[in-house]
């Protein structure tokens, strides 16, 4: 099987919520969202209707987002797992510094910006379900 693209489905208590973390924090947008009858796709979501899955974008970046009960049905490997953070997500890209001092006036646990042995300028931020997301950037080499 040839890999094209690795999209993480990533377990959540609460659709809307998580949504609202995630657009209004990390400027993700909405690309669809399904509605706890299961019966279609919204583009938005809708203030009278609860959700079990939605998939966000940013850049060239897709996350996917589905409510633990139902994953825990169509996944019956899951079991009794429980949702929070045994892994990071590692995002790198560029503009890292605003990225940063914006995320340090809004509501969320954030660690300090620190760079690295091997030339990587980063910081993790915990999420509303308690992923943690790993943010970097190359540091340019200064020419000697």
């Known amino acids: 099987?040839?890999?094209?693209?690795?999209?993480?489905?990533l377990a959540v208590a609460d659709i809307r919520q998580t949504v609202?973390?995630?657009?209004?924090?990390?400027?993700?947008?909405?690309?669809?969202?399904?509605?706890e009858t299961q019966d279609g796709i919204d583009?938005?979501?809708?203030?009278?209707?609860?959700y079990v899955y939605a998939m966000l974008k940013k850049d060239n970046t897709e996350l996917m987002f589905q409510r633990i009960d139902t994953l825990?049905?169509?996944?019956?490997?899951?079991?009794?797992?429980?949702?929070g953070a045994s892994m990071s997500l590692y995002l790198?890209?560029?503009?890292?510094?605003?990225?940063?001092?914006?995320?340090?006036?809004?509501n969320?646990?954030?660690?300090e910006m620190r760079l690295t042995w091997?030339?990587?300028k980063e910081f993790y931020i915990k999420d509303n379900n308690g992923y943690i997301l790993g943010f970097a950037e190359e540091v340019q080499k200064s020419e000697e």
């Open 92 to 106: 790198q890209g560029k503009g890292i510094d605003d990225f940063y001092n914006n995320l340090k006036n809004k």
């Open 118 to 120: 091997y030339g990587i």
């Open 1 to 9: 099987m040839k890999v094209n693209r690795l999209t993480p489905n």
């Open 43 to 50: 583009p938005q979501l809708l203030d009278d209707k609860e």
């Open 108 to 111: 969320i646990q954030i660690s």
């Open 72 to 83: 825990k049905e169509d996944i019956t490997l899951f079991d009794k797992d429980s949702i």
């Open 20 to 35: 609202q973390f995630y657009c209004d924090n990390l400027s993700f947008e909405l690309v669809m969202a399904v509605p």
